[in-house]
C-alpha cells in the first residue's frame, strides 16, 4: 500500500469493537497492519473478536471498558500504555439507537420514556465525548493522534421516529467539530479529529423498521431509497476506507470534517 494512506503500526482503540461495525472496522485495520486495542462491555463478544483478529494475522487485545465511565476509561488507557506504549488512533463506534427510543409509526414523542431518551442520548454523545476526554489526553501530551466519530444522516436533516439518537447525533458532529479546533489550537496540528455520517445501512439495530418479514422493504425503506441516487443501502464494508483515510497521513489537513458516506443521500432534494 502507498504509505501516504498507510496505518501499519499504528495503535487504533476501537470503542464497540463487539459490534458488527466495530468489528468490521477492527478487521480492516488488523489487515492494514494497525495494532487494534478492542473496547467492549460485553466480556463474550469481546473475547470473540479478539480471537478472531489474532487468528487473521492481526496484532490485537482486547479490553473491557464502559464508555460512560471516566474510571473505566482511565483503566484502559493505564493497560494500552502499558502494553504498547501510546495511542495513535481513537475510533468511537460504540453508538446506536434502542427500541424504546424509537417510536411507532402513530406514536407521538410525549409516549417516549424520558429514561430511554437519557440512555440513548448518553450512549451516543457521553459515549464519544469521555474517551475522547480520557484518550485524548494521552493525545495531547504526545502532540499527535486522530480521533474518529461515528455522526449520521439524521444530523443533516429531520429523520422521523428517532428523535434521541438524532439529537445525539447532531451533538457529535457539534463536538467534532469543536474538539478539532480545540486540539489544533493548542497542542498543535498532530492532532486530529473528524468523523464518518453512514447514510442507510440494514443491520440489527434497523432491521425490523427497514425490512418486513418477508425480507421485502418497508415503507420507510421506500422513502429512503426514492431520496437516495445510488438506489440501494450502503454495505457495512463501505465504511472502512472512509475511517481508515482519515486516519492515514493523505488525511494531514483534514480535521473537522463531517463525511457523508450515504450513496448521495445528503445531496439529494428529492426532485
Same mark, same amino acid.
Given at each position: %500500500?502507498?504509505?501516504?494512506?498507510?496505518?501499519?503500526?499504528?495503535?487504533?482503540?476501537?470503542?464497540?469493537?463487539?459490534?458488527?461495525?466495530?468489528?468490521?472496522?477492527?478487521?480492516? *485495520?488488523?489487515?492494514?497492519?494497525?495494532? $487494534?486495542?478492542?473496547? #467492549?462491555?460485553?466480556?463474550?463478544?469481546? /473475547?470473540?473478536?479478539?480471537?478472531?483478529?489474532?487468528?487473521?494475522?492481526?496484532?490485537?487485545?482486547?479490553?473491557?471498558?464502559? $464508555?460512560? #465511565?471516566?474510571?473505566?476509561?482511565?483503566?484502559?488507557?493505564?493497560? $494500552?500504555?502499558?502494553?504498547?506504549?501510546?495511542? !495513535?488512533?481513537?475510533?468511537?463506534?460504540?453508538?446506536?439507537?434502542?427500541?424504546?427510543?424509537?417510536?411507532?409509526? !402513530?406514536?407521538?414523542?410525549?409516549? %417516549?420514556?424520558?429514561? /430511554?431518551?437519557?440512555?440513548?442520548?448518553?450512549?451516543?454523545?457521553?459515549?464519544?465525548?469521555?474517551?475522547?476526554?480520557? *484518550?485524548?489526553?494521552? %493525545?495531547?501530551?504526545?502532540?499527535?493522534?486522530?480521533?474518529?466519530?461515528?455522526?449520521?444522516?439524521?444530523?443533516?436533516?429531520?429523520?422521523?421516529?428517532?428523535?434521541?439518537?438524532?439529537?445525539?447525533?447532531?451533538?457529535?458532529?457539534?463536538?467534532?467539530?469543536?474538539?478539532?479546533?480545540?486540539?489544533?489550537?493548542?497542542?498543535? !496540528?498532530?492532532?486530529? =479529529?473528524?468523523?464518518?455520517?453512514?447514510?442507510?445501512?440494514?443491520? /440489527?439495530?434497523?432491521?425490523?423498521?427497514?425490512?418486513? +418479514? /418477508?425480507?421485502?422493504?418497508?415503507?420507510?425503506?421506500?422513502?429512503? &431509497? @426514492?431520496?437516495? +441516487? %445510488?438506489?440501494?443501502?450502503?454495505?457495512?464494508?463501505?465504511?472502512?476506507?472512509? =475511517?481508515?483515510?482519515?486516519?492515514?497521513?493523505? @488525511?494531514?489537513?483534514?480535521?473537522?470534517?463531517? &463525511? +457523508?458516506? #450515504?450513496?448521495? *443521500?445528503?445531496?439529494?432534494?428529492?426532485?
Amino acid at each position: %500500500m502507498d504509505k501516504q494512506f498507510s496505518i501499519a503500526g499504528k495503535v487504533a482503540l476501537i470503542s464497540g469493537a463487539g459490534g458488527v461495525l466495530g468489528g468490521s472496522i477492527a478487521g480492516s *485495520f488488523v489487515q492494514a497492519g494497525a495494532r $487494534v486495542v478492542a473496547l #467492549d462491555i460485553r466480556q463474550e463478544p469481546l /473475547d470473540r473478536r479478539v480471537e478472531e483478529l489474532t487468528a487473521a494475522g492481526g496484532e490485537a487485545i482486547g479490553i473491557v471498558c464502559n $464508555v460512560l #465511565d471516566i474510571e473505566s476509561l482511565e483503566k484502559a488507557a493505564e493497560k $494500552v500504555l502499558s502494553h504498547w506504549g501510546g495511542i !495513535d488512533i481513537l475510533l468511537n463506534i460504540a453508538g446506536g439507537n434502542i427500541p424504546g427510543a424509537t417510536l411507532a409509526p !402513530d406514536q407521538p414523542l410525549f409516549d %417516549m420514556k424520558v429514561s /430511554d431518551w437519557e440512555k440513548v442520548t448518553s450512549l451516543n454523545l457521553n459515549g464519544t465525548v469521555y474517551p475522547s476526554m480520557v *484518550f485524548g489526553k494521552i %493525545m495531547a501530551r504526545q502532540k499527535k493522534g486522530c480521533i474518529v466519530n461515528i455522526s449520521s444522516m439524521t444530523a443533516y436533516s429531520a429523520v422521523t421516529r428517532v428523535p434521541g439518537y438524532s439529537a445525539a447525533k447532531s451533538g457529535v458532529s457539534n463536538f467534532t467539530q469543536w474538539l478539532a479546533t480545540e486540539m489544533a489550537l493548542k497542542y498543535g !496540528d498532530g492532532i486530529r =479529529v473528524n468523523a464518518i455520517a453512514p447514510g442507510f445501512f440494514i443491520g /440489527d439495530q434497523n432491521r425490523a423498521i427497514l425490512l418486513n +418479514p /418477508d425480507g421485502s422493504l418497508t415503507e420507510r425503506s421506500q422513502k429512503v &431509497l @426514492a431520496k437516495t +441516487p %445510488m438506489r440501494r443501502f450502503g454495505d457495512i464494508m463501505e465504511l472502512n476506507g472512509a =475511517v481508515q483515510f482519515l486516519c492515514s497521513p493523505a @488525511a494531514s489537513f483534514i480535521t473537522g470534517a463531517v &463525511l +457523508p458516506i #450515504d450513496g448521495g *443521500f445528503s445531496a439529494f432534494s428529492g426532485v
